[in-house]
């Protein structure tokens, strides 16, 4: 119990903080938010996505879960993303992977089972699928962060490809989907140069 209080007198210093800087940016907060963006990043917990965008509370949007994955039959994905494009009117749509990801690395040496091993499965077919890219490198670390770009690709293509965005740019709703990778070791974030702005 120790920890919990630790962690509630650290949300109270925070707030007291944030007060001060910004008086009333709390109440301004409770009434309404219209953030600009949805970030779609792993759950891993070097990866804070507000803090690595340096972005306040209100801003962002983020939805996380194990490997970063848009899985079409995740309802819990597809109701954020709905909820993101359709009533908050997000302009962006980031998905980002990062270095070092354990989801990654548990598909790509197949050491999953149960639950872990079914929600990984999209990262098995992208391998069988680009087996013969994967295999040309020089070794697993490699193949993991090769594989980790390809799944962002893949992932920013099942957000474009996500109905709720389709109708979005049918009705010229201005929205861009975007693929990033962020790097453990150096705390960058980089574009992977793959960016959708409309159904075609």
């Not at 507000?50 to 309802?75: C, F, K, Q, S, W």
């Amino acid at each position: 119990m120790d920890e919990i209080n630790l962690l509630l007198k650290q949300n109270r210093a925070w707030a007291e903080q944030r007060e001060q800087e910004e008086p009333g940016c709390f109440a301004r907060l409770a009434n309404s938010q219209s953030p600009e963006y949805l970030w779609i990043g792993c759950i891993d917990s070097r990866m804070p996505a507000e803090r690595l965008t340096g972005l306040e509370p209100g801003r962002m949007l983020v939805y996380r879960n194990i490997a970063n994955l848009v899985n079409p039959a995740d309802t819990s994905c597809m109701s954020a993303i709905q909820f993101a494009v359709d009533v908050l009117k997000v302009k962006h749509i980031i998905v980002s992977g990062h270095t070092n990801c354990g989801g990654v690395t548990a598909a790509l040496k197949r050491d999953a089972d149960g639950q872990l091993e079914e929600w990984l499965h999209p990262l098995h077919e992208l391998c069988e699928h680009h087996n013969e890219q994967l295999e040309s490198l020089n070794d697993d670390s490699e193949r993991a962060e090769r594989l980790c770009e390809l799944s962002i690709e893949q992932q920013v293509l099942n957000v474009a490809e996500n109905p709720v965005v389709q109708k979005a740019w049918k009705r010229g709703q201005k929205l861009s989907v975007h693929g990033c990778v962020y790097d453990v070791s150096t705390g960058e974030l980089r574009s992977l140069g793959i960016q959708v702005n409309s159904a075609e």
